[in-house]
T-cell receptor, first 111, second 112 residues
């Protein structure tokens, strides 16, 4: 997705926090930040989304900077099953834009 | 359990042959989508449908066709005009707006 920039790959030790960054410097006021992940040979899975406040659910936390130009997805205690490609997408709520997914960040969690 | 079912998991196409990939959902979602994923790449939108009997082309619709006769079903036909069909095909749905997508498990299409 041309609206976001993510590192190509990252790695993390099992049990440690995985912090995945995303830059979206051209984000508009009505656009949300969405995160999905795709485990190998499966369909992407929704993780979390936010507008400007930090968000947390059972899967992850999302930290959005005050200027909203970047965000970080945090997996607090990464497991081997968190090894996947993580996609950051910017999308306006209720709009007609259909999300497409760039290459994302390939996260490898190692023992 | 509600979800999206794609079939078959693996599909092989001969030269000049049309093949149809099935996508069924029992989530009562209005909108459905088809994406293509090439190895090591992201997902590109082929077609989408926001209501029954209506659909729109995505970024790479050439060589593909769809139908939306029922809310639950959104089959994708890969025609012989698609010269490079080998890819992983993903179907998704959403309640109405496209922000939160639910994906199927995908179909891997290969050319013999």
């Amino acid at each position: 997705d041309a609206k976001t920039t993510q590192p190509t790959s990252m790695d993390c030790a099992e049990g440690r926090a995985a912090n995945l960054p995303c830059n979206h410097s051209t984000i508009s006021g009505n656009e949300y930040v969405y995160w999905y992940r795709q485990i190998h040979s499966q369909g992407p899975q929704y993780i979390i989304h936010g507008l400007k406040n930090n968000e947390t659910n059972e899967m992850a936390s999302l930290i959005i900077t005050e200027d909203r130009k970047s965000s970080t997805l945090i997996l607090p205690h990464a497991t081997l099953r968190d090894t996947a490609v993580y996609y950051c997408i910017v999308l306006a709520s209720g709009g007609s834009y259909i999300p497409t997914f760039g290459r994302g960040t390939s996260l490898i969690v190692h023992p | 359990d509600g979800g999206i079912t794609q079939s078959p998991k693996y599909l092989f196409r001969k030269e000049g042959q049309n093949v149809t990939l099935s996508c069924e959902q029992n989530l009562n979602h209005d909108a459905m989508y088809w994406y293509r994923q090439d190895p090591g790449q992201g997902l590109r939108l082929i077609y989408y449908s926001q209501i029954v009997n209506d659909f729109q082309k995505g970024d790479i619709a050439e060589g593909y066709s769809v139908s939306r006769e029922k809310k639950e079903s959104f089959p994708l036909t890969v025609t012989s005009a698609q010269k490079n069909p080998t890819a992983f095909y993903l179907c998704a749905s959403s309640i109405d707006r496209p922000e939160k997508l639910f994906f199927g498990s995908g179909t891997q299409l290969s050319v013999l």
